[in-house]
DNA sequence: GTGTTGACCACAG
DNA sequence: GCTGTGGCCAACA
């Protein structure tokens, strides 16, 4: 059973997606938009959706912390009930399936 | 190389 | 507050 050997195949921004990801602390949430400015590209924020979608490390990384801008969940390859669940879990209240930014939102 | 797609964002009505 | 439109970026067929 060998470990996740994908990340050969994953390109480097889908990578750069996956590490600032990975250091969203537990109990927070990011926005995609604000990822793609932290790469560089503050109009990126769609590629930094696909890139999520398209994760490799499914579980390992916290793609249920990355939200819209607006504070909605936006998306998640299982339902964002389940994203809900899992934000809820580390701490999150949810609020009519928004999330309060200004409460949550870690600024990088 | 071109066209389509997508877990987005900002703005206008 | 919701809907529609335009724009930006990267991956894929």
Redesign the pocket.
């Known amino acids: 059973m060998a470990k996740i050997k994908r990340e050969a195949?994953?390109?480097?921004?889908?990578r750069s997606v996956y590490a600032l990801t990975a250091r969203i602390p537990k109990g927070k949430v990011s926005?995609?938009?604000?990822i793609?400015r932290k790469?560089g590209?503050?109009?990126?924020?769609?590629?930094?959706?696909?890139?999520?979608?398209?994760?490799p490390w499914?579980p390992q990384?916290p793609?249920?912390r990355?939200?819209?801008?607006?504070g909605?969940?936006?998306?998640?390859?299982?339902g964002k009930k389940q994203?809900i669940k899992l934000l809820k879990q580390e701490g999150v209240k949810i609020g009519?399936g928004r999330i309060n930014l200004d409460r949550y939102e870690f600024l990088m």
């Open positions: 195949k994953i390109s480097p921004f889908d926005t995609y938009g604000k793609a790469l590209k503050p109009g990126a924020s769609r590629a930094v959706g696909q890139a999520l979608n398209r994760n499914a990384i793609c249920h990355v939200i819209s801008s607006n909605d969940i936006g998306g998640f390859a299982g994203k009519k």
